[in-house]
């Protein structure tokens, strides 16, 4: 098993020769809203992907958490492949 924090809650997860990708945020800092009100409010995503988004795009399974923006987004959805079997994990 290997298993690579991307960012926030993305994950990248390696289980017996399979590819998980788990919350896929995949926007450019800054695409996005505050979590936060006040001074210290600052867009979303707050950091750049440690990789190439293309290095994301081939995953077996990928997983969302629950349905808020910063755990599945619009670029994920987009540039994912539809093929892709998504699991739900509603908690």
């Known amino acids: 098993m290997k298993l690579r924090l991307i960012r926030h809650a993305t994950l990248q997860l390696e289980l017996a020769g399979r ?6 945020l ?5 695409e996005y809203r505050s ?4 001074a210290t409010a600052s867009r979303n995503p707050t950091a750049p992907l440690p ?5 994301l ?3 077996d399974i990928i997983v969302a958490t629950h349905s808020h923006f910063d755990h599945f ?3 994920a959805i ?3 492949p539809k093929q892709t079997p998504l ?3 509603m908690l």
């Not at 590819?19 to 896929?24: A, E, G, V």
């Not at 995949?26 to 800054?30: K, N, Y």
């Open 78 to 80: 987009a540039r994912l």
């Open 26 to 30: 995949l926007a450019e800092p800054g």
């Open 73 to 75: 987004d619009s670029v």
């Open 51 to 55: 990789c190439l988004v293309e290095d």
């Open 87 to 89: 699991m739900q994990a």
């Open 57 to 59: 795009l081939h995953p």
């Open 35 to 38: 979590l936060t009100l006040g």
């Open 19 to 24: 590819s998980i990708l788990i919350d896929p």
